[in-house]
């Protein structure tokens, strides 16, 4: 099957050529012809298949075939549950409807509302917003959602998990009745189930791929590491291996910033991307990423889903997750559309647990390596005592001359404060407010 014989317009195929493809993937395959009939659709699908394309082309098909347009009003709505999604989605949807008359907008947190006002003032098609934001102007009565033809949910359990239900079913109610609904999602817990009965009529269920499941071309492996070496195993990963493009994950906030000023002074171009960051300083963060000025982005779970980062290669778990679908998510980062990605994951002797609890998800064992010709760095004085304290002289001091201890940990090794915080650390991060 190619595009051109899919039934999309002239408009849309010359926007698709642009962007250099010509087949589409698997789950395009099976969505835009459900899509462009008009029916409900709940789509599972892994990380990184296509599934913003899935959902757009057909969707700015359907809005040129239906007329007499409404001007000036809100036609189709796409919910994300990140600022960093909401932006590409959008992004998205302007490159592939740049030939069509469609005004598309994003309306996301942690930028000015004023601007977003005057867009919508102005009237849009199409909106792709995250909750809080789109919320927002709601109360303001800056947006009027009563003639949605269209209503995507996209990664509706990575809302689920950052606590946006109550939101959604918000949003749900200043809907229309009669209107087309699309839910996208790489895992269906009860809860998505329950949203979806209430969202969709007679929905078209859509799946590619196991559920859970990493993408074929993704290699997996793993490196049993003590905790305080983590950071110079890694270093010496892409050193040693010559890691252009590296996407690390930390579990907390701090850690992120912790690491990435570490890497820089191992002499690795790096910057961190997580919550606590402005959305300036994310957006800058990630340019810099894909257009390779910075070598390292190191990122808490709000990278996790949604960056569409074009044959990424490298993915670390420099902390595992504590929810192992989580390293799907994550690992998703590289191998999209077709490609080849390494994703590694340095394991503490505390987080083998989790590594187990991923493989069971899985269904198989991940690799285990060892690093060869990876000689770890001597232990530090701190970590001598910490390691046999049971051994050591009551003062606990012979090896500093009578002085107390150092805090740090050995704070060359960056890895005392790894894999600590709360679990709800990054629930809200991205939320849009």
Same mark, same amino acid.
């Given at each position: 099957?190619? =595009? +051109?014989?899919?039934?999309?317009?002239?408009?849309?195929?010359?926007?698709?050529?642009?962007?250099?493809? *010509?087949?589409?993937?698997?789950?395009?395959?099976?969505?835009?012809?459900?899509?462009?009939?008009?029916?409900?659709?709940?789509?599972?699908?892994? &990380?990184?298949?296509?599934?913003?394309?899935? =959902? *757009?082309?057909?969707?700015?098909?359907?809005?040129?075939?239906? &007329?007499?347009? *409404?001007?000036?009003?809100?036609?189709?709505?796409?919910?994300?549950?990140?600022?960093?999604?909401?932006?590409?989605?959008?992004?998205?949807?302007?490159?592939?409807?740049?030939?069509?008359?469609?005004?598309?907008?994003?309306?996301? @947190?942690?930028?000015?509302?004023?601007?977003?006002?005057?867009?919508?003032?102005?009237?849009?098609?199409?909106?792709?917003?995250?909750?809080?934001?789109?919320?927002?102007?709601?109360?303001?009565?800056?947006?009027?959602?009563?003639?949605?033809?269209?209503?995507?949910?996209?990664?509706?359990?990575?809302?689920?998990?950052?606590?946006?239900? #109550?939101?959604?079913?918000?949003?749900?109610?200043?809907?229309?009745?009669?209107?087309?609904?699309?839910?996208?999602?790489?895992?269906?817990?009860?809860?998505?189930?329950?949203?979806?009965?209430?969202?969709?009529?007679?929905?078209?269920?859509?799946?590619?791929?196991?559920?859970?499941?990493?993408?074929?071309?993704?290699?997996?492996?793993? !490196? =049993?590491?003590?905790? @305080?070496?983590?950071?110079?195993?890694?270093?010496?990963?892409?050193?040693? @291996?010559?890691?252009?493009?590296?996407?690390?994950?930390?579990?907390?906030?701090?850690?992120?910033?912790?690491?990435?000023?570490?890497?820089?002074?191992?002499?690795?171009?790096?910057?961190?991307? $997580?919550?606590?960051?402005? /959305?300036?300083?994310?957006?800058?963060?990630?340019?810099?990423?894909?257009?390779?000025?910075?070598?390292?982005?190191?990122? &808490?779970?709000?990278?996790?889903?949604?960056?569409?980062?074009?044959?990424?290669? $490298?993915?670390?778990? !420099?902390?595992?997750?504590?929810?192992?679908?989580? !390293?799907?998510?994550?690992?998703?980062?590289?191998?999209?559309?077709?490609?080849?990605?390494?994703?590694?994951?340095?394991?503490?002797?505390?987080?083998?647990?989790?590594?187990?609890?991923?493989?069971?998800?899985?269904? !198989?064992?991940?690799?285990?390596?060892? #690093? +060869?010709?990876?000689?770890?760095?001597?232990?530090?004085?701190?970590?001598? /005592?910490?390691?046999?304290?049971?051994?050591?002289?009551?003062?606990?001091?012979?090896?500093?001359?009578?002085?107390?201890?150092?805090?740090?940990?050995?704070?060359?090794?960056?890895?005392?404060?790894?894999?600590?915080?709360?679990?709800?650390?990054?629930?809200? /991060?991205?939320?849009?407010?």
């Amino acid at each position: 099957m190619s =595009f +051109d014989s899919m039934g999309l317009s002239p408009a849309l195929l010359r926007a698709v050529s642009e962007q250099g493809y *010509t087949q589409p993937t698997p789950i395009q395959a099976k969505v835009i012809p459900v899509v462009l009939e008009g029916r409900d659709v709940m789509a599972g699908a892994q &990380t990184g298949t296509g599934k913003t394309a899935g =959902f *757009t082309l057909p969707l700015l098909q359907r809005l040129m075939q239906n &007329t007499p347009p *409404t001007r000036g009003r809100v036609r189709a709505l796409i919910l994300t549950p990140t600022r960093e999604l909401a932006a590409q989605v959008a992004e998205s949807v302007k490159n592939y409807g740049k030939h069509m008359p469609f005004k598309t907008t994003v309306i996301y @947190g942690g930028v000015s509302i004023n601007p977003q006002i005057d867009q919508l003032r102005r009237g849009v098609d199409i909106i792709v917003a995250t909750p809080g934001r789109l919320l927002d102007h709601a109360q303001q009565r800056t947006v009027d959602l009563r003639h949605v033809e269209i209503f995507v949910l996209d990664e509706a359990d990575r809302m689920l998990d950052m606590g946006f239900l #109550p939101d959604i079913r918000r949003v749900i109610a200043m809907l229309p009745q009669q209107r087309q609904s699309l839910l996208f999602s790489a895992t269906f817990p009860e809860d998505i189930r329950a949203l979806a009965n209430k969202l969709l009529q007679s929905p078209v269920s859509v799946e590619v791929g196991g559920r859970n499941a990493a993408a074929e071309k993704i290699e997996q492996a793993a !490196y =049993f590491v003590d905790k @305080g070496q983590k950071r110079d195993l890694l270093s010496w990963l892409i050193g040693s @291996g010559n890691w252009q493009q590296v996407l690390v994950f930390t579990r907390t906030k701090h850690g992120a910033n912790k690491l990435a000023e570490q890497l820089v002074r191992d002499g690795f171009s790096a910057a961190a991307i $997580h919550g606590n960051k402005s /959305q300036g300083a994310r957006t800058r963060a990630l340019a810099d990423f894909k257009r390779n000025a910075v070598r390292v982005l190191v990122a &808490t779970d709000i990278a996790a889903r949604g960056l569409d980062i074009d044959q990424l290669p $490298h993915v670390v778990n !420099y902390d595992l997750p504590e929810v192992a679908e989580h !390293y799907v998510h994550r690992i998703g980062r590289t191998g999209r559309a077709g490609n080849e990605g390494l994703a590694v994951s340095l394991v503490g002797r505390d987080e083998r647990p989790l590594l187990k609890a991923i493989e069971r998800l899985l269904g !198989y064992a991940v690799a285990i390596r060892q #690093p +060869d010709g990876y000689v770890p760095p001597a232990p530090r004085p701190a970590e001598n /005592q910490s390691q046999s304290r049971a051994q050591q002289p009551a003062n606990g001091g012979h090896a500093h001359r009578g002085q107390p201890a150092r805090r740090d940990g050995g704070r060359r090794h960056g890895g005392r404060s790894q894999g600590h915080g709360s679990r709800s650390a990054g629930r809200a /991060q991205g939320r849009g407010r």
